[in-house]
């Protein structure tokens, strides 16, 4: 199953999708592949496999993505390899994923994968406050705020739509929803295999 997590950045996908797989037995993540820097506490292949453009366009050429995306300037791409691999191993992933990357998913996977989506909303204020507590520059901040009408005008993508106010709280919210999605799935497998 793929579970999938978009909001504007600074929604705090990456700090849930941490304490899903903290918390939940066979929850993993997917790391993307991204044509952006490394910034300092990140580590290749935990947050992303940080490649260079000329590598990453390589890719595309060969078809090795099942959806990417130019976001801020930089490539990021779901590897078809590594994905078809977890899921085999009947492994629930959590990945953050912006909007456009979920609509491609939800096009090339839907028939094949049981995809949960969940947008997390947070109020521009709020959003604001945690880009700025985060360490981005103001560009990158106005750059951000810039995109919270768009990301939200594809919330009819989402299964799920959740307001991120209360940490503990919105990890129990998503903790649930995976493991009834789950439910769900392995009750189709079993019908099916009758």
Same mark, same amino acid.
């Given at each position: 199953?793929?579970?999938?997590?978009? +909001?504007?950045? +600074?929604?705090?996908?990456?700090?849930?999708?941490?304490?899903?797989?903290?918390?939940?037995?066979? %929850?993993?993540?997917?790391?993307?592949?991204t044509s952006r820097?490394?910034?300092? =506490?990140?580590? &290749?292949? %935990?947050?992303?496999?940080?490649?260079?453009?000329?590598?990453?366009?390589?890719?595309?050429?060969?078809?090795?993505?099942?959806?990417?995306?130019?976001?801020?300037?930089?490539?990021? +791409?779901?590897? !078809?390899?590594?994905?078809? &691999?977890?899921?085999?191993q009947g492994k629930?992933?959590?990945?953050d994923i912006e %909007?456009? =990357?979920?609509?491609?998913?939800?096009?090339?996977?839907?028939?094949?994968?049981?995809? %949960?989506?969940?947008?997390?909303?947070?109020?521009?204020?709020?959003?604001?406050?945690?880009?700025?507590?985060? +360490?981005?520059?103001?560009?990158?901040?106005?750059? !951000?705020?810039?995109?919270?009408?768009?990301? &939200?005008?594809?919330?009819?993508?989402?299964?799920?739509?959740?307001?991120?106010?209360?940490?503990?709280?919105?990890?129990?919210?998503?903790?649930?929803?995976?493991?009834?999605?789950? !439910?769900?799935?392995?009750?189709?497998?079993?019908?099916?295999?009758?």
């Open positions: 199953m793929l579970v999938i997590l978009s +909001g504007v950045s +600074g929604a705090g996908k990456d700090t849930i999708k941490k304490e899903l797989m903290k918390r939940m037995d066979n %929850v993993i993540t997917l790391p993307s592949f820097q490394i910034r300092q =506490g990140e580590t &290749e292949g %935990v947050q992303y496999h940080f490649i260079s453009k000329e590598e990453f366009e390589e890719k595309i050429k060969k078809g090795d993505f099942y959806e990417y995306d130019v976001h801020h300037g930089n490539y990021y +791409g779901t590897s !078809r390899e590594l994905m078809n &691999e977890k899921l085999s629930i992933i959590v990945k %909007v456009n =990357g979920t609509e491609n998913l939800l096009k090339l996977l839907k028939n094949d994968t049981r995809i %949960v989506t969940i947008f997390l909303k947070v109020e521009k204020e709020e959003l604001k406050r945690r880009l700025i507590e985060r +360490g981005d520059n103001i560009q990158d901040i106005e750059v !951000r705020l810039g995109r919270l009408d768009y990301e &939200e005008s594809k919330i009819n993508l989402y299964d799920y739509v959740l307001k991120n106010d209360e940490f503990e709280k919105i990890v129990q919210i998503i903790m649930t929803i995976i493991e009834n999605e789950k !439910r769900i799935e392995d009750s189709l497998k079993e019908g099916a295999l009758k």
